[in-house]
């Protein structure tokens, strides 16, 4: 039994030779082979670049609110406008999630489209699945950017009940006020006779007349403005608790659209299957058309030679 040479060094040289007669010269043969070894890396699809770039805002997004988180809650360390500042970024940062989210969504809804064949049906198994596995991505997402979203209006919700807890004692101080100003105002109606005696009797009094009647417009003057601040403070924790409201009925809101999209994935899972479901039932259908045509075929042949058999055996005897 003869040896087996091995021929791989001379291989290497009659490759060597052809890349060279090829124009290769050595360093663009040790990049081929490079490439060979160490493949490049797969070039990603604009959905997934898209998606991961929402996941980093939405990431981006939950390192801010956890980085003003103190600034946001404690009334000492920033002031209203800073307070203000913060809710309308993180608001932006929302509304471009949201957005970026919805462009994803409307990306997967042309693909649905496009890839349905005749009669609506899907044209590709392969295809299919990669438009569920996009909805579930844009389903994690939403997830996401709502677990953060509920974190700040937690945030959200804490500093519009401290709001409410500052004015509350202002209403009870009013009240206080109130009492005072209409002590006052009665006191100073009590007998206007009385004050023109006193006048009357002392001669310094009546020159300080105008003094008091210009003390006693100041006062009706502040009386005024302390009713109208009064009621000022009243509509704005009015609208603090309305605010507070809403922040709450928005929590729901979005848990409940959470809900919905998890409901509408659900549905779409099912018309997935129902339509997997549809074609294999049209391919067991052809399939027993096709039987059903080849029993036909067998049947008459069977019945052509049993007639030709029976009038052979007569002619036959």
């Known amino acids: 039994m003869s040896k087996v040479r091995d021929r791989t060094e001379d291989f290497k040289d009659v490759a060597h030779r052809s890349a060279l007669s090829l ?19 797969r070039q990603r699809s604009g959905f997934t670049r898209a998606a991961l770039k929402t996941l980093e805002s939405i990431g981006a997004l939950e ?35 949201k957005e970026q989210i919805d462009v994803l969504r409307n990306s997967i809804n042309e693909l649905d489209t496009n890839s349905k064949g ?6 590709d198994n392969l295809n299919a699945d990669t438009i569920a596995h996009k909805h579930g991505v844009v389903l994690i997402l939403s997830e996401k950017l709502h677990s953060v979203t509920s974190q700040f ?32 105002s009665a006191s100073s109606s009590l007998d206007p006779d009385m004050k023109r005696d006193s ?19 100041l006062d009706d003057e502040t009386r005024a403005l302390q009713v109208e601040l009064n009621s000022l403070l009243d509509s704005v924790q009015e609208t603090e608790t309305k605010m507070v409201e809403m922040s709450a009925l928005n929590h729901l809101m979005s848990t409940h659209v959470l809900q919905q999209a998890q409901q509408i994935e659900l549905l779409y899972e099912q018309a997935v299957e129902a339509t997997q479901n549809v074609e294999l039932g049209n ?6 058309i096709q039987r059903n045509s080849s029993s036909r075929t067998f049947l008459l042949l069977f019945l052509f ?13």
């Not at 956890?66 to 509304?95: A, C, G, N, P, W």
């Not at 005749?118 to 044209?123: A, F, R, Y």
Request: aromatic share 8%; hydrophobic share 35%.
């Open 199 to 217: 006048e009357v009797r002392d001669p310094d009094v009546s020159q300080a007349a105008p003094l008091r009647v210009q003390e006693q417009l």
């Open 283 to 288: 391919k067991e259908l052809s399939q027993a």
């Open 23 to 41: 124009g290769y010269d050595e360093s663009k043969t040790a990049a081929l082979l490079a490439s060979f070894i160490m493949h490049k890396p």
């Open 63 to 97: 390192q801010f609110l956890m980085k003003h988180k103190k600034d946001y809650v404690d009334l000492h360390r920033t002031t209203e406008q800073e307070r203000d500042s913060i809710e309308h970024e993180v608001t932006i940062f929302v509304k471009s999630c």
């Open 153 to 184: 209006d937690q945030l959200r919700a804490i500093r519009f009940q401290d709001a409410i807890n500052r004015v509350t004692p202002r209403r009870k101080h009013k009240n206080t006020i109130k009492s005072n100003a209409a002590e006052t």
């Open 118 to 123: 005749w009669l609506g049906l899907k044209g």
């Open 305 to 317: 030679v049993l007639t030709f058999s029976i009038l052979f055996l007569d002619w036959y005897s």
